[in-house]
């Protein structure tokens, strides 16, 4: 399983970005999928879960309106789309899917990830 976050970068307060997380070796589209992310001094939070047929998503009550989670199963990737991004924002933001014998969003939701990609740096700066 190999897991490849992309489409960080430095952006300005109040924009937006797109992040990517493509598989490789592996269907991502038979897996729940998670956004994870972890700013310097701080503990890895969760960003965002979907669900397999991408029906159900989960976001953390602080992150609901201004972050989007989606995903498109016939290019084995999913999306995690960021809008008014705020310095607090910045971090390396992480993909990851739970254990092939469970593989559902409840997982995700609950942080029992199996398998992580590279993260990716996005920083939030003027």
């Known amino acids: 399983v190999q897991l490849q976050a992309s489409g960080g970068g430095l952006v300005q307060p109040g924009g937006s970005l797109r992040l990517s997380c493509a598989g490789s070796?592996?269907?991502?589209?038979?897996?729940?999928v998670g956004w994870f992310r972890e700013a310097p001094g701080k503990e890895r939070e969760g960003v965002s879960c979907?669900?397999?047929?991408?029906?159900?998503?989960f976001y953390p009550d602080s992150l609901k309106g201004r972050f989007t989670i989606s995903r498109d199963n016939a290019k084995n990737t999913v999306y995690l789309e960021m809008d008014s991004l705020r310095p607090e924002d910045t971090a390396v933001y992480y993909c990851?899917?739970?254990?092939?014998?469970?593989?559902?969003?409840?997982?995700?939701?609950?942080?029992?990830?199996?398998?992580w990609g590279k993260g990716t740096l996005v920083t939030v700066s003027s």
């Open positions: 979907i669900s397999i047929s991408g029906d159900n998503t």
């Open positions: 070796g592996f269907s991502l589209r038979y897996y729940a």
């Open positions: 990851a899917v739970p254990s092939p014998r469970k593989r559902t969003i409840d997982q995700c939701i609950l942080g029992n990830m199996d398998s």
